[in-house]
C-alpha cells in the first residue's frame, strides 16, 4: 500500500482512533473506583464541615457516614440539599441543632460557578459561618422555612447577607435552603 495515498492515511487515522478510545475506556474503567472512593470521601467531608468540623485528614473521614451525630455531646441534625447557581449545580448541608430550629454549621459547593463570585459559597469558610446561630422559623411559626439569602438582610435573625456580586447564585441558595429544608418540615416540627 502507498503511504501517500488517501486510503492510507484513513485507514492510519482509523486504527489510531480505536487504538487511543480503548486505551480512554482503559483509564476509565481502571480509576473509576477511584473515582467513586473520592467522591464518597469529598461528601463526607462537605457533611462535617456543616459540622464546624474542619482541617481533618482524609483516614479520619473515610467511613464516617452520618446525618444524626453527636458533636460535644449535642445531637445534631445534617441536611443535604441540591439546587441551582448561575452556571450549574450548587449544592449543600446545613447542620442543626437539637432544637430543630438553630443552625449549627453550614457547607456550600458548586459545580461551575465563577471564581471570586459565586464560588464563594464554596471558597470563603466566613460566608458560610454567617449561617451558625440563625433561625430556620421566623417566631413561632414552623408552618415554613424563613433561612434565606438575602440582598438586604431585614432580619438578621433568619437571614443571611447575599455573596456581593453573584446575585444569581445567592438566589439559589436562599431556593435551595428553603426547598431542600422545606422536605423535611413534618421531622423539623416533631418532638
Not at 10 to 15: F, H, K, L, R
Not at 58 to 72: H, P, R, T
Not at 86 to 110: C, E, M, P, Q, R
Request: proline share 1%.
Amino acid at each position: 500500500m502507498k503511504t501517500n495515498s488517501n486510503s492510507y492515511t484513513i485507514i492510519y487515522s482509523a486504527v489510531i482512533v480505536v487504538i487511543v478510545a480503548f486505551l480512554l475506556a482503559f483509564v476509565y474503567q481502571a480509576l473509576k473506583p477511584m473515582q467513586t472512593a473520592n467522591e464518597a470521601l469529598a461528601k463526607k467531608k462537605q457533611i462535617l464541615y456543616s459540622l464546624n468540623i474542619r482541617n481533618l485528614d482524609d483516614k479520619a473521614v473515610d467511613g464516617s457516614e452520618m446525618f444524626i451525630c453527636n458533636v460535644d455531646g449535642k445531637t445534631k441534625y445534617v441536611f443535604s440539599m441540591t439546587g441551582m447557581g448561575l452556571w450549574g449545580g450548587i449544592s449543600g448541608y446545613v447542620s442543626v441543632n437539637d432544637d430543630k430550629s438553630t443552625v449549627y454549621g453550614a457547607y456550600f459547593n458548586h459545580e461551575s460557578e465563577t471564581a471570586g463570585l459565586g464560588a464563594e459559597i464554596k471558597d470563603n469558610q466566613q460566608w458560610q459561618e454567617k449561617f451558625q446561630g440563625k433561625k430556620l422559623f421566623k417566631g413561632n411559626d414552623r408552618s415554613d422555612i424563613a433561612l434565606s439569602v438575602q440582598k438586604k438582610v431585614t432580619d438578621p435573625e433568619t437571614q443571611v447577607d447575599a455573596v456581593t456580586g453573584a446575585t444569581l447564585t445567592s438566589n439559589g441558595v436562599a431556593n435551595m435552603l428553603h426547598n431542600g429544608l422545606g422536605k423535611f418540615l413534618k421531622f423539623l416540627n416533631s418532638k
